[in-house]
């Protein structure tokens, strides 16, 4: 009996495993983190260039030159040296009579007009986002076209709307019994409020109005479910509820209201004759520019900056601490 014999064949070896290259979690978010810096860094770039350039510099350059004054000798000033008198600008300033009232003059200016327009802006709003409006698009476009015109264009039309003899509504106020000079320096005040409140109700508006309408509709359906309508909705529901954008345009009145000068500027260059010529800070702070004292104007642009912002920041931190408290 023969045994038979199994062959056994081999195998073929198995491929080696591949070797892989493991990447720590730690370093992809490194590079794209890194990625992300720069492209963010690449698109912030121009906009740091301007704002250093025209906003930095020029407030460090008048912040520096407001340290010194400039002495000039001779007939004709031909020789002149610059000196470093420390606060002395800022003591002259202070003391400038024209400069203090002019700050005074606005101050009242702002306290009665940028309530009226605002109140005039959140109204409009109002009435733009009621149910019952019509012709929306209409009424936003008209109500908007006083801020697109320029403001010298719009100063120079008002200037002629308002002269005595030319303007359209002092011959009505006439027969009536009042006689009245818009013109006049006791009324230039309240004509140069409203031309700024002609033309930036509309710009005002279309905040709130943009705000209004991110109110959500569930919010407006509770309310009416629960009854509240009409003024009561907008006064219970609506108003509280846009009082970020009320704070908003209340805080860029009050920057723009510091920087009046293009309505009495007009006026002046009209030779209105009740209009001052020192009527703004900023007319002001122009006016020594051209006598040549710069070294006082730039001291006089840094006080006005400063109110501005404790005026401004004041008032945001009134409204923080006074919604924290409601």
């Known amino acids: 009996m023969s045994s038979t014999s199994s062959t056994r064949t081999a195998s073929p070896p198995r491929p080696a495993p591949a070797v892989t290259r493991r990447v720590s979690p730690a370093g992809r978010p490194r590079r794209t983190g890194r990625r992300s810096a720069l492209t963010a860094s690449g698109f912030l770039a121009p906009f740091a260039v301007l704002f250093l350039t025209m906003m930095v510099a020029p407030i460090g350059y008048a912040i ?27 003591a002259a300033a202070f003391g400038d009579h024209d400069f203090i009232a002019s700050i005074i003059r606005v101050i009242l200016l702002g306290c009665v007009q940028v309530p009226v327009m605002l109140g005039l802006a959140l109204l409009l709003a109002l009435l733009l986002d009621s149910r019952s409006a019509r012709l929306r698009k209409t009424y936003r476009l008209t109500f908007f076209l006083p801020y697109a015109l320029p403001g010298a264009i719009a100063a120079v039309m008002w200037s002629f709307l308002l002269v005595k003899d030319l303007s359209p509504f002092t011959g009505p106020l006439s027969h009536i019994g009042i006689d009245v000079d818009f013109l006049s320096p006791s009324w230039v005040p309240v004509s140069i409020g409203h031309m700024i409140t002609w033309g930036w109700t509309g710009y005002n508006m279309l905040i709130i109005y943009s ?38 345009t209340t805080v860029f009145s009050i920057i723009g209201t510091a920087q009046l000068y293009t309505e009495p500027a007009v006026l002046v260059g009209a030779r209105i004759p ?53």
Do not use: H
């Not at 009527?279 to 400063?306: E, K, Y």
């Not at 005026?311 to 006074?322: A, I, W």
């Open 274 to 326: 009740g209009v001052d010529p020192k009527f703004s800070p900023i007319m002001n702070t122009a006016l020594g520019m051209d006598m040549g004292d710069q070294n006082l104007a730039s001291a006089q642009s840094v006080v006005l900056a400063l109110i501005t912002l404790v005026l401004s920041f004041g008032f945001l931190k009134y409204n923080q601490r006074k919604g924290a408290m409601a």
């Open 64 to 90: 520096y030159q407001s340290f010194f004054t400039v002495r000039r000798a001779g007939l004709f000033g031909g020789t002149q040296s610059t000196e470093f008198t420390g606060l002395s600008n800022y």
């Open 211 to 248: 705000a209004l309408q991110t109110i959500p509709a569930e919010v407006m359906e509770a309310a009416a479910l629960d009854g509240c309508t009409g003024w009561r909705l907008a006064w219970a529901v609506k108003i509280p509820l846009v009082r970020p954008a009320l704070v908003l």
